[in-house]
């Protein structure tokens, strides 16, 4: 697998559209694929946050992408910066591939000097839990109950079994 700047493959911006309002688009009803490519667009930076990133298999196709924002839930604009878009293809899903893209953009974080990273989610707090992430506290954000999690971003490898380090070397 390989983990990609979307800055640097920026064809993969529509499906990464299309797969982000497959799975959250009712939450903003009236929205169109379109208007969430232009969304993506404007998170595409290669040196800074906003950035997306895009995880490949081995023959070039991309299967998963992330992105840090500045900014993620309304209503804490107080917090900066979050770990955001986390989506995996079903079909290739549970073979780590959203663990690789985590841990890829909290490591991006740290090199940019992050202390504490921000991120909400609805059911997939066991998943972040394994790499440090701490729950904050849990919130009804448009209408679902979420939890809000923060984490200090490393760019040490996770000393766990297993693990083989940075995951994917920076250009
Ligand atoms: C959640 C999602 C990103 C997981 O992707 P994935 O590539 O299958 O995840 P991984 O294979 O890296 O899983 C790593 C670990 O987290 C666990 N995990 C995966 N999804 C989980 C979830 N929703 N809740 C709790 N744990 C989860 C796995 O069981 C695995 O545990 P293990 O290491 O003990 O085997 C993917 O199912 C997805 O895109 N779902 C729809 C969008 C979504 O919910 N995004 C998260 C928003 S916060």
Redesign the pocket.
Known sequence: MKISLLADCPDFAPVVAQWHFA?WGHLYPGGTVDGWLDHIRTRMNADRIPMTVVAEDDRGEPV?TAALTEHDMTTHPELSPWL?G???APL?????????L?RHLMERAADFGVRDLY?????????YR?FDWRPLSRELYMGREVTVMTSTPSNRPFERPGSAGRSTPFR
């Open positions: 799975e998963g955001g986390v989506y995996v290739a899903r549970g073979r780590g591939v959203a663990s690789t985590i991120l909400y989610t609805r059911g997939a707090t066991d998943l394994k």
